[in-house]
Nanobody, 126 residues
Framework: QVQLVESGGGLKQTGDSLRLSCAASGLDFSTSILAWFRQAPGKEREFVAAMTWNGKRTAYEDSVKDRYTISRDNAKNTVDLQMNSLEPEDAAVYYC???????????????????WGQGTQVTVSS
């Protein structure tokens, strides 16, 4: 059974940092592409960041690319998202996602990801 479990969400203030983690089990993690998406209340789910299977290519949504960093540890089957300089607009439920369709392309298309976590809430107060 494939499982993705996010952790690390919480309440932060503007300007704070937060690190999210996602642990995967039940599949061959090392050949997958990994990503983070987020969804704020009343909004569509949006792409945040992605990393290819070998970590050599990444992609970021424009509003986070200078503040967020995605990383992965294939030995531990984890993918992290380091978020710095948090803004109220960053508040959302954050989801990790895993796919195999294009392992060498850090795609932002949700349909390219086969497995999703349940999400972790990030709240940012101004």
């Amino acid at each position: 059974q494939v499982q993705l479990v996010e952790s690390g969400g919480g309440l932060k203030q503007t300007g704070d940092s937060l690190r999210l983690s996602c642990a995967a089990s039940g599949l061959d993690f090392s050949t997958s592409i990994l990503a983070w998406f987020r969804q704020a209340p009343g909004k569509e789910r949006e792409f945040v960041a992605a990393m290819t299977w070998n970590g050599k290519r990444t992609a970021y949504e424009d509003s986070v690319k200078d503040r967020y960093t995605i990383s992965r540890d294939n030995a531990k089957n984890t993918v992290d998202l380091q978020m710095n300089s948090l803004e109220p607009e960053d508040a959302a439920v954050y989801y990790c996602a895993l796919g195999f369709r294009h392992p060498a392309i850090p795609t932002s298309t949700p349909e390219d990801y086969h497995y999703w976590g349940q999400g972790t809430q990030v709240t940012v107060s101004s």
